[in-house]
């Protein structure tokens, strides 16, 4: 199996660098903008769609009337094309299935931040002189803080505001298993309480969103007030990136501590089946009969949706997946149905049993965090789950 993985390192290019670094960025804005006028004008005058194969072909005439697009190859010229193509793939996919999405749109040089090589030529990555070496921009400084596993494939290099990253995709990246620890967990994922685990272990929500917010509004509200086209609209437009920022890499990070806890700690580990765009859709207006409408608990909705993201649970069981697979353990998702109203002592249902954080079995008296006890149901199901599947294969 080709195990994937992506590594992301800070650059630290010279002045020198990181002109021609924004030189060579904007002429792919500008080769992006120029391809893509090139399909818009094959379909609308001739019904015909361009591929991305035909437009790599003519990258080649481009040493004629363009030369200064392809000083720094034609690697990440195609990694452009590509990109564009992406684009089209979605549209025409949104289109099949019976959307009305917008036609790609032209990208404003301001919006455009970054680089793609989808092979391995054009770039190489020097571990010992920890130095990433771009064809036509120099050797780079990378600071790898750890070592890059398995066999780099690709690699975008992108600035975030005045940052340069690079991100390097490996494949058949080595598995890392883990010694067994014989113990298996279930988790409930919750809003107030990010993890609950069956061990009665309770990690709270960090709700970096709620402190990054203020940053955030307060950005935003800065941005309102400058005047379109002046510097000062530059400076304040940063700010807001640089807050977006900030929210993104603390829930990165504590998402990134808590699955690499339970992966260590737990052979097996199980969760609820989420269905996260269900839980995120909006609820239906209900019509009061009189041509108006009644409350239907959009606000408070709202309040949980933004809860939901802040909580990042889609994220969090995407790391826990994979790193569970590199270091050999199990991760079941189980139907959550009834898993916070049954009591995992006697199996009681019942919705009397919960009353907020607290629960109580109203037939055995057994008392819990709520979210704990939940997390023990599922457990269970994980379990049962396991036997039913290890009785199928006998
Ligand atoms: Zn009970």
């Known amino acids: 199996m080709r195990r994937c993985r992506t590594f992301r390192f800070l650059l630290s290019p010279t002045v020198r660098q990181r002109a021609a670094l924004e030189h060579l960025v904007g002429l792919q804005c500008e080769l992006y903008n120029a391809a893509l006028e090139e ?33 720094c190859g034609v690697t990440v010229c195609r990694g452009t094309l ?21 036609f790609p749109r032209f990208r404003a040089r301001s919006r455009w931040d970054s680089l793609q090589y989808e092979d391995r030529s054009g770039w190489r ?14 050797h780079i400084r990378v600071r790898l803080h750890r070592p890059v596993r398995g066999t780099p494939k690709a690699i975008t290099v992108r600035r975030e505001g005045r940052r ?28 107030g309480v990010l993890v609950a685990t069956s061990d009665g272990a309770l990690h709270t929500n960090p709700r970096h969103g709620h402190r990054g ?78 041509g108006g409408y009644e409350h239907n608990g959009a606000n408070a909705k709202q309040g949980l949706n933004r809860c939901i993201h ?6 969090l069981l995407a790391m826990i997946s994979y790193k569970a697979e590199s270091a050999g353990r199990v991760v079941i998702a189980v139907d959550p149905r009834n898993t916070s109203r049954t009591c995992a002592e006697c199996g009681h249902i019942s919705a009397g049993n919960r009353r907020g954080a607290v629960f109580e079995c109203q037939a055995c008296g057994h008392q819990a965090h709520a979210d704990t006890n939940a997390a023990r149901n599922i457990l269970r199901a994980g379990r049962a789950q396991q036997h039913h599947a290890a009785q199928g294969r006998n």
């Open 213 to 290: 917010a203020q940053r955030l509004a307060q950005a935003q509200r800065a941005l309102a007030s400058t005047q379109r086209g002046s510097q000062h609209r530059r400076r304040a437009r940063e700010r807001v990136g640089a807050a977006h920022r900030y929210i993104r890499d603390c829930r990165n990070d504590a998402a990134h501590q808590l699955s690499r806890r339970l992966v260590n700690d737990y052979d097996v580990i199980v969760h609820e089946h989420l269905a996260i765009p269900n839980l995120l859709r909006r609820p239906a207006p209900r019509p009061d009969g009189a």
């Open 39 to 71: 399909r818009r004008g094959a379909w609308r005058w001739e019904q015909r769609s361009v591929s991305y194969v035909e437009q790599c072909r003519t990258l080649t005439q481009l040493r004629g009337s363009r030369p200064e697009v392809l000083a």
């Open 125 to 138: 990555l020097d571990g010992s002189s920890r130095r990433l070496c771009l064809h036509g921009i120099g």
């Open 164 to 191: 340069w990253w690079v991100s390097i995709r490996s494949v058949d990246v080595p598995a890392e298993p883990r010694a067994s620890t014989g113990r298996q967990v279930g988790i409930d994922l919750g809003v």
């Open 310 to 315: 802040d909580a990042g649970w889609g994220q």
């Open 82 to 102: 590509k990109r564009l193509d992406w684009a089209f793939a979605g549209f025409f996919r949104r289109c099949r299935a019976g959307q009305r999405p917008g």
